[in-house]
């Protein structure tokens, strides 16, 4: 699973932030790395140069293997928080995604004979 991390000129991006990003990304999505081709994460300031509280924007895109880009954008306070939200809800994201995939129904009748 390549990842890569990118912000704004308003975010401070430095080898720190990297390094926290591209370890919750894969404890957050360690279940799926297998069918992860890629993950994308940009960070950027909503308020950019305004006074006032500061309003993070973190979006995650993750292409699966065969499957079209998936992407999950979550605001918040601070980098942190961000972060992890963007992190839980790709998980909740992918978890539906392949869920569905693999769900099978072993011993199910078919209408085929």
Do not use: N, W
Not at 20 to 37: H, N, S, T, W
Not at 55 to 66: F, G, H, K, W, Y
Not at 67 to 95: F, N, Q, S, W
Request: glycine residues 10%.
């Amino acid at each position: 699973m390549q990842i890569q991390v990118r912000t704004d000129y308003h975010v401070d991006g430095d080898e720190g932030l990297i390094a926290f990003v591209e370890e919750q990304v894969k404890a957050g999505l360690a279940p799926y790395a297998d069918r992860i081709m890629s993950v994308q994460v940009h960070l950027s300031s909503e308020s950019g140069a305004r006074k006032g509280p500061a309003d993070l924007a973190c979006m995650i895109e993750v292409r699966p293997s065969r499957r079209g880009p998936v992407v999950v954008r979550r605001h918040a306070v601070t980098k942190d928080g961000g972060i992890h939200a963007a992190v839980d809800g790709m998980r909740e994201v992918l978890g539906r995604l392949f869920g569905r995939a693999d769900q099978h129904h072993p011993g199910a009748e078919t209408i085929r004979r």
